[in-house]
């Protein structure tokens, strides 16, 4: 177990929806990171916030948005939703993420199919 | 930029056989390196990691792994693998903005 929650484990909505998934880091950690895993694209990084700021973005569409609270949890919601959005969301943390080989832990991440 | 290659999409390997899994990374800079496994439906679970430290590097369940700058590799070798390895692994760098850039994943198949 890593410490890092996600919820929910399993999503199935419709095209054309909208989605929250949500993310409660390690205790202590201030930088959350979400990933994206599909079958076709790999693991893909799609932002990072660090203590409510957002400090990187990678891959991430213009229909998904994300923002991190006082409390450090995050969200990741994802709008107008597509067959091709189904993949495995991944939410990991880190201290501060910005030491050299510093650890991202990894929550066990939420299942998300688009039917 | 960074990244890494992952040699081999699928390795098989009897049970108490060595494993060796291949990653060569591209950095214009000394890299952070990482491997992390994948069990079926389950999240990523760190294995080990360089950090400019010593190069070969121990990590858990008995995997360990080289950093040769010579050879811009990082292979992960285990000498003996177990039923439990059976995973996907992920050869992983970190990028200047803190972003990992993770390899298209080996899937380690071990057999009785």
């Known amino acids: 177990d890593s410490g890092v929650t996600q919820t929910p484990k399993h999503l199935i909505t419709a095209t054309g929806q909208r989605v929250t998934l949500r993310c409660s880091p390690r205790?202590?950690?201030?930088?959350v990171y979400w990933y994206q895993q599909s079958l076709d694209q790999g693991l893909q990084f799609l932002i990072q916030?660090?203590?409510?700021?957002?400090?990187a973005k990678g891959n991430i569409l213009e229909r998904f948005s994300a923002q991190q609270f006082p409390d450090l949890h995050s969200e990741l919601n994802l709008s107008s939703l597509e067959l091709g959005d189904s993949a495995l969301y991944f939410c990991?943390?880190?201290?501060?993420?910005?030491?050299?080989?510093?650890?991202?832990?990894f929550g066990p991440g939420t299942r998300l199919l688009v039917l | 930029a960074q990244s890494v290659t992952q040699l081999d999409s699928h390795v098989s390997v009897s049970e108490g056989t060595p494993v060796l899994l291949r990653c060569n990374y591209s950095?214009?800079?000394?890299?952070?390196l990482f491997w992390y496994v994948q069990h079926p439906n389950k999240g990523l679970q760190l294995l080990l990691k360089?950090?400019?430290?010593?190069?070969l590097v121990k990590g858990i369940n008995g995997f360990e792994a080289e950093f040769k700058k010579s050879e811009t590799s990082f292979h992960l070798t285990k000498p003996s693998a177990h039923m439990s390895d059976a995973a996907e692994y992920f050869c992983?760098?970190?990028?200047?903005?803190?972003?990992?850039?993770f390899g298209t994943g080996t899937r380690l198949q071990v057999f009785p």
């Open positions: 990991a943390s880190s201290v501060a993420g910005t030491v050299e080989g510093e650890t991202q832990y």
């Open positions: 916030y660090y203590n409510g700021e957002e400090r």
């Open positions: 950095s214009s800079y000394s890299p952070s």
């Open positions: 205790s202590g950690d201030l930088s």
């Open positions: 992983v760098v970190r990028s200047a903005t803190d972003k990992l850039i």
């Open positions: 360089y950090t400019s430290a010593a190069t």
